[in-house]
């Protein structure tokens, strides 16, 4: 990968399109099976074709019926920057993630607590770009003093599983509380053009797995949110 997530969003917006990290979500603790017999890579190229900004693939097993070797093959055939989430809490997991040739990892701020600093760092010494997510204004506080390159609202409470609705007011509650050297993503909840709208009011890219993956033509849906004009 030539290129990373940050720089993947930079030019999607260079070009007067939504940046749209697009997530192959295999199964929803609230909705269940999402993948539905799909091919994971054909709904990767789908997401390409469409214009997306940068893949996401959750690798936790238990909850998400994540699979490691699967996200091992997206970073193979993606042409895109691709971003692992997990409940990552070892140094071991960030190496695995850059032997796997990720772009990104995704580290939560309330899991990591003081340790987030310090976890951002090894990811960024092995080549990785970190989100650091965030939900309260008490999370943002751990998030504004590491050297990430991003920092991801999760517009729905991770620690109950995403089971809650979410809003994006979250989104528009903590976006303004991040210092601009931060790129702002905004993640979860956005399942229409008025969510869209309202997250990148306030944020600088967004990124949906749900919506699109429930989607009747995600590719489609995709195209939508990648080309919308939001003015």
Do not use: W
Not at 35 to 55: C, F, Q, S, W
Not at 125 to 147: C, Q, R, Y
Not at 169 to 194: C, H, Y
């Amino acid at each position: 990968m030539d290129f990373g997530m940050s720089d993947a969003i930079r030019l999607c917006k260079s070009d007067s399109k939504n940046a749209v990290i697009a997530e192959i979500k295999v199964y929803s603790p609230k909705y269940g099976d999402l993948l539905k017999n799909r091919d994971p890579l054909e709904i990767l190229k789908a997401y390409e074709r469409a214009g997306a900004a940068g893949i996401s693939y959750i690798t936790e097993p238990e909850y998400f019926k994540g699979d490691f070797k699967l996200f091992k093959k997206i970073c193979k055939y993606s042409n895109l920057p691709v971003l692992r989430k997990d409940f990552i809490t070892g140094k071991e997991e960030i190496e695995r993630t850059a032997e796997a040739e990720g772009a990104a990892v995704l580290l939560i701020a309330r899991l990591l607590k003081d340790k987030t600093a310090e976890m951002v760092d090894f990811a960024l010494e092995h080549g990785l770009e970190t989100i650091v997510e965030v939900h309260t204004t008490h999370d943002l506080t751990i998030a504004t003093d590491t050297n990430s390159t991003m920092i991801g609202i999760n517009n729905r409470n991770i620690f109950e599983l995403e089971i809650d609705d979410g809003s994006v007011s979250i989104t528009r509650e903590l976006a303004p509380q991040i210092p601009d050297k931060f790129i702002k993503v905004s993640e979860s909840g956005i399942s229409n053009l008025k969510n869209l709208k309202t997250a990148l009011t306030f944020a600088d890219a967004v990124l949906v797995g749900t919506a699109f993956m429930n989607a009747r033509n995600p590719e489609e849906m995709v195209k939508t949110f990648v080309e919308a004009r939001l003015c």
